[in-house]
């Protein structure tokens, strides 16, 4: 056993009394309060939109088209291009002001995927859309999608591989850098494995498309969620399908919000045919979800198909048409566990039309989504013979107010002047079915819905119809509210710094 000297035993007493004392220090000190990091909302600088594929060498004209929606913060300098990435052919056109427009027509040329760029004052507000038509041969269709933003996380519930049919999931790198992306597929059965979509590298300023057949060959409905590991991209689905040399259709799938216990379906058109809802229950758990029809009339529970389950990971699909019975609608999902949706939309009459005219069918999209009370607006929709553009403005839950107004293409880079607002008011619990009027002398416009001070959260979605006596050309999607804002945190001195 050791024994203490006197002088080790007076060190450990004195160094007992300094960890007392500075424990008592400590003890006493006051700790700084946890608080939140202050912020403030400015108008966005920056955005970059992208448009996937604006040209083809077929008969398909092609449009993309752009707008700088006037709303607030459009003060100070600032520029908007739009200009096609590297390729064989190339494309620029851009907006020097708030309230112009421009275009980028693509008729017969193969063009690369559009970058559209917005800085400083031009960036709140822009907006770009791609519209196609073919009024005849294999593509036979009308089709358009949202430029969306560059991002690094997508979902989409559309597509398939069965045969016959073609659905492509094209990427697209807007920056100087590769982009490394995961593909994930929900078919009916689960996950589909597909090795191949992983680890998908997208190269700088290039476009990679890859087929769903390569994927998740015989899959007949799937929803792809779309992961981002290195860089960010643009994402979108295309899909077409034939029977025979028959088009069935052709559409882009738009992209719908992430996994939700609430998710609604607006943009579901009037009309015969098939209205395919299809569910994905990404995750462990399986999906008890229930229905409901938001319409012209007010809300309710369908007599039949107003529960579904759907097992974990997988998609399941249903034909609502005897529910939508041919009224523009929009379904509300609410699930026990987030869940995505989206529905595919078949028009004409398989069985012929009139005086032994052969009536070829079209197909169109709708997306889940989440309302909001911001402005929204959609640019490119065309003003062409026999054709009419209606909106659907849906007020699921709180009556909505909303102000519509068109701005006419003036021109390249030329502001357009507004039309008079015209004052829109949706009761609680329904859909307002709108015709949008025609401006004169313009090949196409830019409709913007703005929410009344008071107004509820509101959906929107549009549809293209162009008559014809061999079956209709359809196309629309749902809309996004413009992006204009952006939470900044503000900076502070720490004091906590000095305590430390």
């Known amino acids: 056993m050791s024994v203490l000297t006197p002088v080790r035993a007076i060190a450990i007493a004195v160094a007992a009394v300094i960890v007392l004392a500075v424990a008592g220090y400590l003890a006493q000190r006051e700790v700084p309060p946890v608080t939140t990091v202050p912020s403030t909302i400015e108008p966005i600088r920056s955005t970059v939109l992208l448009c996937p594929e604006p040209g083809t060498s077929s008969d398909r004209g092609v449009r993309v088209s752009a707008a700088v929606v006037p709303v607030p913060g459009q003060q ?38 559009v970058r559209v760029i917005g800085i400083g004052s031009l960036a709140p507000g822009l907006i770009a859309d ?171 529970a369908p007599a039949d198909r107003d529960t579904i389950t759907v097992p974990a990971d997988t998609v399941v699909s249903m034909d609502m048409s005897t529910v939508t019975q041919g009224e523009a609608v929009t379904l509300e999902l609410t699930s026990d566990i987030p869940i995505v949706a989206g529905m595919r939309q078949f028009f004409g009459d398989k069985t012929g039309g009139k005086k032994g005219k052969k009536i070829q069918q079209e197909t169109a999209y709708a997306a889940g989504r989440h309302p909001y009370v911001e402005t929204a607006a959609v640019s490119g929709l065309p003003i062409r013979p026999k054709t009419e553009v209606r909106l659907a403005i849906t007020a699921p839950a709180e009556a909505v107010s909303v102000d519509l107004s068109i701005l006419a293409f003036a021109g390249i880079d030329e502001v357009s002047q507004p039309t008079d607002a015209r004052r829109i008011d949706v009761p609680a619990g329904e859909v307002a079915w709108v015709l949008l009027p025609e401006p004169a002398d313009a090949s196409w416009f830019t409709a913007v819905v703005t929410p009344r001070t008071g107004s509820g959260p509101m959906l929107l979605a549009h549809r293209v119809l162009e008559k014809s006596e061999y079956g209709d050309l359809v196309t629309g999607y749902p809309w996004w509210p413009l992006r204009t804002e952006v939470r900044v945190p503000t900076a502070g001195q720490d004091t906590s710094v000095t305590l430390r």
């Open 130 to 300: 791609q519209w196609s038509r073919d009024p005849s041969g294999k593509g036979r269709g009308m089709a358009s999608t949202a430029c969306e933003p560059a991002s690094s996380d997508f979902w989409f519930v559309g597509g398939g591989a069965i045969s016959g049919r073609v659905s492509r999931i094209v990427l697209v790198n807007p920056d100087d850098q590769a982009a490394v992306v995961d593909l994930v597929i929900y078919g009916p059965d689960g996950i589909v494995d597909a090795p191949g979509g992983r680890g998908l590298v997208v190269q700088p300023t290039k476009r990679l498309a890859i087929g769903i057949d390569e994927l998740a060959p015989g899959v007949t409905t799937t929803a792809v969620h779309v992961i981002v590991r290195t860089g960010r991209i643009g994402a979108s689905i295309d899909d077409d399908q034939m029977s025979g040399l028959d088009s069935i259709g052709t559409e882009w799938v738009p992209q719908s919000d992430a996994p939700a216990r609430q998710v609604y379906v607006p943009g579901v058109m009037p009309g015969p045919g098939a209205r395919v809802l299809a569910i994905a229950a990404p995750g462990e758990d399986d999906a008890q979800v229930s229905i409901r029809v938001i319409s012209k009339l007010g809300t309710y």
């Open 76 to 113: 100070g300098p600032g520029r908007a291009t739009l200009a096609t990435l590297p390729g064989k052919e190339s494309a620029r056109a851009k907006i020097t002001k708030p309230g112009a427009q421009t275009e980028i027509p693509a008729q017969g040329r193969s063009l690369p995927a």
